[in-house]
C-alpha cells in the first residue's frame, strides 16, 4: 500500500508543480540547435558542378543536368525523398549545398517537393543562422552572398 | 577495475586454451570427418561441413565445445554454390567465435536444419530460406517470414529478377476469415487476431493467438509487415558514405548511435582502420546517451502498457527522453536519424562552446537519480505494477538462451552476457561500470534491468565528460585518415556484433572487392528475443502477453529490417 503511496505522491507532485515542458508551437518557435538539418539551399555561384553530391546521395535524392562542357543546367533535389544525411553538404569541396535549419515545408504533392535550382536557392534561412558558421566556423559563411545582379557562368 | 574477469575455461570446454584462446585444431580434431574445409573469416575460423551433417556438428559443438549461442544465421548465394553460415558464440565468452559454413549445390539448394540444436536457427532458417532461398531439411515450420505467403522467387537470390510483378490471384483472398477462426479438433479454443494494427504491440506485429477460455494455448507472431530490405539497401551503397545513414532506420527508436556502431565496427575490422581515442570517448558517451532514450522509451511504453495510462509515466518518459535528444541534436545535428558515426571516428567535434553544452549534459546527469527515484517510485517499488508484471511472463535461461535471447531480456533471466565488457570495443574497458543481471526470469526483472542500466549509462556518461572536459586541445582528433572509397580484399567475411539498445545487434559482411559489400546481413536482437514470445506467453492471459511483448522491447523496425 504503501508504494501505491508513493507513486501517487510522485504524479501528485508533478501534477501541481505548475512546470510545463512543452512550447506553444507555432506561437512560439522552437529553438533549433545550430547543426540541425533541415531543407537544403543551394548556392549557383559557387557550384563548380563536380557532381560529388550526386555520387554520394545514398537513394538518388539528387539529380544534376550538365551540357557537353560540363556546365550546369539544371540540379533538381526531392526534398520529401531526401533523408537528411548531409552527405552532400559533407562532401561538397566548395559548399555550394547546405542544409539549413528550415523544417517547416509543406506541399499539397509530393511532387510539389521535387525542387529545381530555383527554388532550391530560394530557400529561406531559418531565424537568419548561418549553418556553415555553426559547422564548420573555419569555412566562410555565405549568408546573405549572392543578392542582387550576378553574372553567373 | 570493477568488471569481472571472464570466467576461467572449464574441462568441459573442449578447444580452450589455457590463455583463453580457441584452438581451432583441436575443435577440427572434435569433429573429424566433418570438418570437409577450413575457411578464415576476419573474426574466426570458419569449418566447412556437408549439408547432410549441420544437425550432429551443431549439438557436438554445443554439448563438448561450449557454444551454447547461435548468434545468427547467414545465408547468399554465390555463383556457384549457396552457403549458410552459423555463427556460433559462448555465452559465457563471446570472443571465442566458430562459423560453421555449409555449403549447399545451387541446383538443389537443401541442407539440413540446425533448429533442433538451437531453437533460434528456427526463424534464422525461415529468413534465410525466405529471401535466399536456401531449403533446410527436417525443419519444424519452413515458410515465409518477411515476405507474404504469395511471394514468387527469392529477392536476395542471384537470378531474381527485380521488375517482375507480383501478382496476387484472386482466389488467394477468397475468404481469409475461413481458415483463420477454425481451430481444428478442438471447439473449445478461439482464435484471435492481436495486432498488427493495435498500439499494444509497438508497431505493426500480428499475433496469431489462439485462447483457451482466457489463457493462451498456442500463439505464433506473425512479423514482415515493416520490410524494408534493408539489407539489401546496404549492399547497394558505398562502404565509405551511403551505409552509414541506414542503421539509424532499423531500431529508430532513438538508439540510432548503437546502431551506426554496429555497422562501423564490423566496417572498420573488415578495412583495418583505427579510430583515434579521442573519437572513442565521443562514440561512447554519445550511445550511452542513445542507450537511456531508448531503454526510457522501452520502460515508457512498458508502463503504458501495464497501466494503460497515457499521460503520467509515459509522459515523463518522453520528456525526459526529450532533454536527451536535445543534447543529441546538438551534438549531431538530428533527433533521430543522427548519422554521426563515420568509418574511422565521428563526423563532428563536440559543439562549440564546449563549456555550454558540458554543463548542459551535466545538468542532465545531476537531475537524473532524482528522474530514475521516480520511475521506481512509480514502477518497481509500487505493488499495483508489481501485482501485474511479477511472475509473468517467465522466460527460464536456458529457454533464452536457445533462442539466442540477449540485452536486457537475457540479462532479466539472469544471464551474466553483455558485449562491452565481454568484447570490448570503444572506450568501455577503461570505465568503471557494472553489468546489471537479475535472477527473477520474468516481466518484472526485465523493466527493472531497464531501469537500472540507464543509472549504469549515467555513470559512463559522467566519466566520459570527465575525460572529454581534460582532453589537451591539440589531440582531439576526431576522424582518421581513411581513403576516400574503401575497397576491402576480396572474399573477407567478418562478422562483428555490439551491445545495441536491445542486445547483440550483429552486422556480418562479405566483401568482394568493389566498394559495396556483396552480402550484408543484419543480426537484430529484437527478431531473436521476439521469438522467445511463445515461452513465456503460452499458459499466461493476454493481458500477460501483453506485459510480456512490452518487457521485451521489440521494435518492429529492427525486427523486420
Redesign the interface.
Known amino acids: 500500500m504503501l508504494g501505491v503511496l508513493k507513486s501517487m505522491a510522485t504524479t501528485m507532485k508533478h501534477a501541481l508543480d505548475g512546470n510545463t515542458f512543452t512550447v506553444e508551437y507555432p506561437e512560439e518557435e522552437p529553438e533549433v540547435s545550430p547543426r540541425f538539418r533541415g531543407v537544403h539551399k543551394f548556392s549557383q555561384e559557387r557550384c563548380i558542378w563536380c557532381r560529388q553530391c550526386e555520387k554520394v546521395c545514398p537513394n538518388d535524392t539528387i539529380q544534376i543536368v550538365t551540357d557537353d562542357q560540363r556546365n550546369g543546367e539544371q540540379y533538381n533535389l526531392h526534398i520529401g525523398q531526401c533523408i537528411y544525411c548531409r552527405l552532400c553538404e559533407e562532401v561538397c569541396p566548395v559548399d555550394a549545398i547546405i542544409l539549413t535549419q528550415n523544417f517547416e515545408f509543406v506541399a499539397d504533392t509530393k511532387d510539389e517537393f521535387a525542387y529545381n535550382m530555383e527554388e532550391l536557392k530560394n530557400v529561406p534561412w531559418y531565424k537568419d543562422i548561418d549553418p556553415l558558421e555553426s559547422r564548420e566556423p573555419d569555412r566562410g559563411a555565405w549568408i546573405g552572398e549572392g543578392e542582387g545582379e550576378v553574372d553567373y557562368q | 577495475m570493477s568488471l569481472e574477469e571472464p570466467r576461467p575455461p572449464t574441462e568441459s570446454d573442449v578447444g580452450v586454451t589455457a590463455e583463453g584462446d580457441l584452438d581451432y585444431d583441436e575443435l577440427a580434431d572434435l569433429l573429424g570427418d566433418h570438418v570437409v574445409d577450413r575457411e578464415q573469416h576476419v573474426n574466426a575460423e570458419g569449418f566447412v561441413i556437408r549439408p547432410d551433417e549441420v544437425e550432429a556438428v551443431l549439438s557436438t559443438l554445443r554439448d563438448e565445445a561450449g557454444f551454447d549461442h547461435c548468434s545468427c544465421v547467414t545465408a547468399q548465394e554465390y555463383q556457384d554454390r549457396y552457403e549458410s553460415i552459423y555463427h556460433l558464440k559462448k555465452y559465457d565468452d563471446p570472443t571465442q567465435e566458430l562459423s560453421v559454413v555449409v555449403p549447399t549445390p545451387r541446383d538443389n539448394p537443401v541442407s539440413q536444419s540446425g533448429a533442433g540444436v538451437f531453437d533460434t536457427a528456427e526463424w534464422h532458417e525461415r529468413e534465410a530460406y525466405d529471401l535466399v532461398g536456401v531449403e533446410y531439411e527436417d525443419h519444424p515450420d519452413l515458410r515465409r517470414i518477411l515476405l507474404p505467403e504469395t511471394w514468387q522467387g527469392h529477392p536476395l537470390s542471384l537470378d531474381y529478377n527485380q521488375d517482375q510483378p507480383q501478382i496476387v490471384p484472386l482466389r488467394e483472398h477468397a475468404n481469409p476469415m475461413e481458415k483463420r477462426t477454425k481451430v481444428p479438433d478442438d471447439p473449445d479454443t478461439m482464435f484471435v487476431n492481436i495486432g498488427p494494427h493495435h498500439p499494444a504491440t509497438h508497431g505493426v506485429l500480428h499475433v496469431k493467438t489462439t485462447l483457451d477460455g482466457e489463457q493462451i494455448a498456442d500463439i505464433d507472431p506473425d512479423i514482415g509487415y515493416l520490410h524494408r530490405c534493408e539489407e539489401q539497401m546496404c549492399q547497394q551503397?558505398t562502404y565509405r558514405?551511403?551505409?552509414?545513414?541506414?542503421p539509424d532506420?532499423w531500431d529508430y527508436i532513438s538508439a540510432g548511435l548503437l546502431n551506426e556502431w554496429a555497422y562501423a565496427r564490423a566496417a572498420e575490422d573488415l578495412a583495418d582502420i583505427d579510430v583515434p581515442e579521442y573519437a572513442q570517448v565521443i562514440r561512447t558517451m554519445s550511445a550511452e546517451f542513445s542507450r537511456i532514450a531508448a531503454h526510457l522509451l522501452a520502460v515508457a511504453t512498458f508502463a503504458l502498457d501495464i497501466y494503460g495510462d497515457f499521460t503520467?509515466i509515459f509522459m515523463?518518459g518522453i520528456?525526459d527522453r526529450?532533454v536527451i535528444q536535445?543534447i543529441l541534436?546538438?551534438?549531431?545535428?538530428?533527433r533521430l536519424?543522427f548519422?554521426y558515426f563515420r568509418l574511422g571516428g565521428v563526423?563532428?567535434d563536440l559543439?562549440?562552446p564546449r563549456e555550454e553544452f558540458f554543463e548542459q549534459i551535466r545538468d542532465f546527469l545531476d537531475e537524473w537519480p532524482e528522474r530514475l527515484e521516480?520511475y521506481h517510485?512509480?514502477l518497481t517499488?509500487?505493488?499495483?505494477?508489481?501485482l501485474r508484471v511479477v511472475d509473468t511472463g517467465v522466460l527460464p535461461p536456458e529457454e533464452a538462451k536457445s533462442y539466442g535471447a540477449t540485452g536486457p531480456v537475457a540479462r532479466g533471466s539472469g544471464i551474466d552476457y553483455d558485449l562491452r565488457r565481454d568484447d570490448p570495443y570503444g572506450y568501455y574497458d577503461e570505465l568503471e561500470w557494472d553489468v546489471i543481471t537479475d535472477d527473477g526470469c520474468d516481466n518484472f526483472s526485465r523493466a527493472v534491468v531497464r531501469l537500472k542500466e540507464m543509472e549504469q549509462s549515467a555513470r559512463i556518461i559522467e566519466q566520459c565528460v570527465d575525460l572529454l572536459e581534460d582532453w589537451p586541445e591539440d589531440e582531439r582528433e576526431i576522424q582518421s585518415n581513411v581513403p576516400r572509397t574503401l575497397r576491402p580484399d576480396p572474399d573477407k567475411e567478418i562478422y562483428r556484433a555490439v551491445e545495441g539498445a536491445k542486445g547483440e545487434l550483429g552486422i556480418y559482411i562479405r566483401s568482394d572487392g568493389t566498394d559495396k559489400p556483396a552480402r550484408f546481413k543484419i543480426r537484430s536482437p529484437c527478431f531473436c528475443n521476439l521469438q522467445t514470445l511463445p515461452v513465456m506467453a503460452e499458459g499466461e492471459y493476454v493481458p500477460d502477453m501483453i506485459a510480456a511483448l512490452g518487457s521485451l522491447d521489440i521494435v518492429l523496425g529492427e525486427v523486420d529490417r
Do not use: C, V
Open positions: 551503397g558514405h551511403q551505409i552509414m545513414p541506414y532506420r503520467a515523463y520528456r526529450e536535445n541534436e546538438d551534438l549531431t545535428g538530428q536519424m548519422n563526423a563532428w559543439p562549440e521516480e517510485n512509480l517499488s509500487n505493488e499495483l505494477f508489481q
